[in-house]
């Protein structure tokens, strides 16, 4: 049995090979593996040696080679394929263990793999007889079956050939997706999402019968990546949807103070303030009936005070925030328990907003928020106050999260009135007064 071996990625490499040439397998190798593997001792033969072909180009040709591929490629099953082999001296490869150069870290030319795809490719094609590893975590699972039973079962081929499939077209993603942001094209021809679930476990979807799980670009920082929960029950999939909504208008709305509510992916209470405090409290009292049950989101640390608060105010279901002093997290975990508390960092820049729709997606750019007052037109007779204008731009911004037609009454940092998702805007107006009750006067809309 032959295994070729080609890692960029290094880690595991010495047990995984020494495990297989404890079993009897052959090693070939090519380059920086050849290397790696020379260094430890550990017997392999080069690609080089193997096909009598020098690596050429500066290491962009290695293993494009026929005795390389058609080791790969053949059908054993095939009497054709094996006649072939044998007229040209080709011996057949059982394993393939390759990983790729790491576009999507370094993204450049030099760094677009060739060779290391179409191994993957072939021996994933080729999964009836061959294996394919391209993750380390799958060394050990690996080794223990080819220990265990001798060969891979078919059911683990087919697992590994899915995902080296997924892997390459992951990457080929990840190039395309560079050329796009380096030409700077927003809406480009094509669109290539690539999308890996997380290990995070959903308690539910959207309803308690709906199974869920949260997934992520491949090669993107998701800020969810390094939430940390400090306690609470599992987040469910309308956690997530509303946390995301919390998270990113608390920091649309300055570098003051700020505390948002989030019910249903609207915001029923939203506040700026000397204090993250008088914020909270000022936020919880736009809306406090609909507050129950919502997101709380802050963007300053939430101390003992701001938990006092909390505790003595309607429950939320999430409060994050980027820190919570461990005197916060007691009294909110005694007086709450069932609250999750996340810790949170900043939320990324998003580049395109994607709805679907039947067979495909609505896509658009993210909404940006004129923060120079030079861009607006003052259409009135009378100026804004400088509070007025404070209270206009909040209004404005917090509108950009409002699902429409909606209405938003500010007064003094704090929203007072928010009608949201009205089929009519009368009717988001009408609503938006009426949870105002008087407060929205001198105010901004």
């Avoid at 800020?223 to 608390?250: F, K, P």
């Avoid at 303030?273 to 609909?290: G, I």
Wanted: hydrophobic content about 45%.
């Amino acid at each position: 049995m032959r295994a070729l071996v080609s890692v960029y990625d290094k880690t595991g490499l010495p047990a995984l090979a020494q495990g297989l040439v404890s079993l009897g397998w052959e090693l070939l190798s090519s380059g920086g593996t050849a290397k790696a593997l020379a260094a430890e001792g550990i017997a392999h033969t080069s690609v080089e040696a193997m096909t009598g072909a020098p690596e050429m180009l500066g290491g962009r040709v290695k293993t494009l080679h026929p005795k390389v591929h058609g080791g790969i490629l053949a059908d054993r099953d095939r009497a054709e394929h094996m006649t072939d082999l044998e007229a040209h001296g080709i011996d057949t490869i059982d394993l393939v263990v390759c990983n790729l150069y790491p576009f999507r870290t370094e993204p450049s030319v030099e760094m677009i793999d060739i060779g290391g795809p179409t191994m993957v490719r072939a021996a994933a094609k080729n999964h009836a007889h061959v294996g394919v590893v391209v993750e380390p975590g799958d060394y050990e699972p690996v080794l223990a079956e080819l220990r265990r039973d001798g060969r891979l079962s078919e059911d683990t081929r087919r697992r590994l050939a899915r995902a080296a499939f997924a892997h390459t077209a992951a990457y080929d993603a990840a190039v395309v997706s560079w050329f796009d942001d380096t030409d700077g094209e927003l809406l480009p021809p094509t669109l290539h999402l690539a999308l890996e679930r997380s290990d995070q476990v959903l308690r539910y979807g959207e309803n308690p019968h709906q199974d869920a799980a949260r997934y992520r670009a491949v090669g993107r920082a998701s800020w969810w990546d390094d939430v940390t929960q400090l306690a609470g029950l599992s987040l469910s999939y309308l956690n997530i949807y509303d946390t995301e909504a919390a998270w990113r208008l608390v920091h649309d709305l300055g570098d003051q103070p700020a505390c948002a509510i989030v019910k249903h992916a609207n915001p029923c209470g939203v506040a700026v303030a000397a204090d993250p405090v008088t914020a909270y409290r000022r936020a919880l009292e736009c809306d406090e009936k609909s507050a129950f049950g919502g997101i709380v989101a802050l963007n300053r640390p939430v101390t003992a005070a701001v938990a006092a608060e909390m505790v003595a105010a309607p429950q939320a279901d999430v409060i994050v925030a980027p820190a919570f002093e461990d005197e916060a997290v007691e009294r909110l975990v005694a007086k709450r328990k069932a609250t999750r508390i996340l810790q949170a960092p900043l939320p990324e820049d998003e580049r395109l907003h994607l709805r679907q729709i039947g067979g495909g997606f609505l896509v658009q750019e993210p909404h940006h928020f004129a923060t120079d007052r030079g861009d607006w037109q003052v259409v009135t007779k009378v100026a804004p106050t400088e509070e007025q204008w404070v209270d206009t731009e909040l209004a404005w911004r917090v509108g950009g999260y409002v699902r429409s037609n909606s209405i938003v009454l500010v007064r003094g940092g704090q929203a007072v009135g928010i009608g949201a998702g009205q089929q009519s805007r009368v009717d988001a107006a009408e609503l938006a007064a009426k949870k105002a009750a008087g407060r929205a006067r001198g105010g901004a809309c």
